[in-house]
């Protein structure tokens, strides 16, 4: 299975500052249809022409989000968002999955280290506000005091997210609310990539005010917690060919290693002239290996289905 992008052609380089940079132009399409297309669009065929491996994304993806005006709220089209956007509420029990997952690396003797979103998250603490003092000139201290005795366990775990993950950029209490933060600071609008790869910044937030980034020209929408978590845990296509070729070489091992053994007994058997009983013997065996091989090939088939399904990517009508 290759995971080449069909559209490296349409590659190209911009210099800026002593920098090279690569980004995917789609003007070197040379498709009419794209003229016609709305911006908003546009930033979803730039992602599937980018990701394109005929196996998440394929290039009848591409063709479909080129024929907009036919297949809209026909067909799903697949999308790779840029990053994620949580608020304390969701954002919680997704830093508690990646520390529980943390743990499970541990036992199975792995590094748990390599656990960390893979796409930028962004958690603004801002849903823990009550208002318990008012009509006082200290108000907003006493509050903030208030809140962060309230939810010391809460957010004393939440700092501890931010320092053993990678990726992960935790607005602290205080620091205004999310769709501020959103707009003014947290927005990269043009992100940068593995390889000073340039591409259209984008996200999915658990917040109803995710949307707003909108006004900067960026690409937002809103999301539950199930689909957010699934972004930021998608996993690479080169891993998962990856897997799938070691299990077809363990597949291949393992009948070799099965024909040797039982071209051995065959060989013993006929040299040995053993008796009956004997022979009843290796046929136990020999059943024995056959349903050990069977079982072999049961687990390996149930792997690879697990490696195939476990892809999670976010699909919708448009």
């Given at each position: 299975?290759?995971?080449?992008?069909?559209?490296?052609?349409?590659?190209?380089?911009?210099?800026?500052?002593?920098?090279t940079y690569n980004f995917y132009n789609l003007s070197k399409l040379q498709d009419p249809?794209?003229?016609?297309?709305?911006?908003?669009?546009?930033i979803l065929l730039e992602s599937a022409v980018r990701n394109c491996d005929n196996f998440e994304v394929h290039e009848k993806d591409v063709e479909n989000i080129l024929n907009w005006e036919n297949t809209a709220n026909k067909v799903e089209i697949p999308f790779k968002p840029a990053r994620v956007l949580l608020q304390d509420f969701t954002g919680v029990p997704a830093v508690v999955d990646l520390a529980a997952m943390r743990d499970a690396m541990k036992r199975?003797?792995?590094?748990?280290?390599?656990?960390?979103?893979?796409?930028?998250?962004?958690?603004?603490?801002?849903?823990?506000?009550?208002?318990?003092?008012?009509?006082?000139?200290?108000?907003?201290?006493?509050?903030?005091?208030?809140?962060?005795?309230?939810?010391?366990?809460?957010?004393?775990?939440?700092?501890?997210?931010?320092?053993?993950?990678?990726?992960?950029?935790?607005?602290p209490p205080g620091s205004g609310i999310v769709h501020q933060v959103n707009l003014e600071y947290i927005a990269r609008e043009v992100m940068n990539g593995t390889g000073n790869l340039l591409?259209?910044?984008?996200?999915?937030?658990?917040?109803?005010?995710?949307?707003?980034?909108?006004?900067?020209?960026?690409?937002?929408?809103?999301?539950?917690?199930?689909?957010?978590?699934?972004?930021?845990?998608e996993n690479n296509n080169n891993n998962n060919n990856n897997n799938n070729n070691n299990n077809n070489n363990n597949n291949n091992n393992n009948n070799?290693?099965?024909n040797n053994n039982n071209n051995n007994n065959n060989n013993n058997n006929n040299n040995n002239n053993n008796n009956n009983n004997n022979n009843n013997n290796n046929n136990n065996n020999n059943n024995n290996n056959n349903n050990n091989n069977n079982n072999n090939n049961n687990n390996n088939n149930n792997n690879n289905n697990n490696n195939n399904n476990n892809n999670p990517i976010y699909y919708f009508n448009y």
């Open positions: 299975m290759t995971t080449n992008n069909p559209f490296d052609k349409v590659k190209d380089v911009l210099k800026s500052h002593d920098q249809r794209i003229e016609k297309l709305p911006y908003s669009i546009r199975l003797g792995g590094d748990p280290a390599k656990i960390n979103p893979l796409v930028p998250v962004d958690l603004v603490i801002d849903h823990s506000v009550q208002v318990d003092v008012s009509r006082t000139v200290d108000a907003l201290e006493q509050n903030q005091k208030i809140e962060f005795h309230r939810n010391h366990e809460r957010f004393s775990f939440l700092k501890w997210g931010a320092q053993a993950f990678d990726g992960l950029f935790i607005a591409y259209p910044d984008s996200v999915v937030g658990t917040d109803s005010h995710t949307t707003m980034v909108n006004g900067l020209g960026v690409c937002g929408w809103g999301v539950g917690g199930i689909e957010a978590e699934a972004v930021m845990l070799n290693n099965n």
